[in-house]
């Protein structure tokens, strides 16, 4: 188990450009979900995955992002057109679909808009 | 439609002293009810769930709390409080037993002084 993983750390950006963001889950773990969070505030939920399938979208996650998990292995995150809004660690947990569901969060991905 | 609501950004106590953060819900449905630890450039690790089974719940590392359905409340209490225990603390709930997308409160920065 080597934990949920999260490439890159860091990202500065600049207005209007596009970025992508990639989570490896834990290899077993077939639900992937994706959460955002704004400094002070708490988690935001963004969107669901189980396998490859895209399950759930908040109405948080506009136009601009979209969404992956070919094969239902790695996820993607992109983010085009990027606005000073979007400046946020964007986070990615995994887990097992069992009755009583852990989620394991990775370190996160924190974006920098200028 | 649930909510969580986070009495209290920081908390400050002394090591050995009594932790006690506050946490009240709002949900239309019956809750699930989560406690969340971050400490500094790692991710969210789950510290107890309540699923209904029993009203006090115990978690990792000591903590543990109390659902009480007539306040809507679900705080995290720890007895004797330790330097390792300083980080920022997330309550979360969710009424979706089927997967966790989790609305979190505003989390609790926890300060433990000498």
């Known amino acids: 188990d080597t934990g949920v993983s999260q490439d890159p750390r860091h990202k500065i950006t600049k207005r209007g450009q596009n970025v992508t963001f990639r989570c490896d889950p834990i290899?077993?773990?077939?639900?992937l979900y994706w959460y955002r969070q704004t400094l002070g505030q708490g988690p935001e939920f963004l969107t669901y995955?189980?396998?490859?399938?895209?399950?759930?979208k908040s109405r948080l996650l506009s136009d601009r992002f979209s969404a992956e998990r070919p094969k239902g292995s790695f996820s993607t995150l992109e983010i085009q057109r990027t606005e000073q809004g979007d400046s946020a660690m964007y986070l990615c947990?995994?887990?097992?679909?069992?009755?009583?569901?852990?989620?394991?969060f990775g370190s996160g991905t924190q974006l920098s808009v200028l | 439609a649930q909510s969580v609501t986070q009495l209290g950004s920081h908390v400050s106590v002394s090591e050995g002293a009594l932790v006690l953060l506050r946490c009240n819900y709002s949900s239309s449905v019956p809750p699930y009810l989560f406690w969340y630890v971050q400490y500094p450039n790692q991710g969210l690790q789950l510290l107890l769930k309540?699923?209904?089974?029993?009203?006090l719940v115990k978690g990792i590392n000591g903590f543990e709390a109390e659902f009480k359905k007539s306040e809507t409340s679900f705080h995290l209490t720890k007895p004797s409080a330790h330097m390792s225990d300083a980080a920022e603390y997330f309550c979360a709930v969710t009424s979706n037993s089927g997967y966790s997308t989790l609305t979190f409160g505003k989390g609790t920065m926890l300060l433990v002084s000498p």
């Open positions: 947990a995994s887990s097992v679909r069992q009755p009583n569901e852990k989620l394991f």
């Open positions: 995955f189980q396998n490859e399938a895209q399950l759930e």
């Open positions: 290899s077993e773990h077939n639900r």
């Open positions: 309540y699923t209904s089974a029993a009203t």
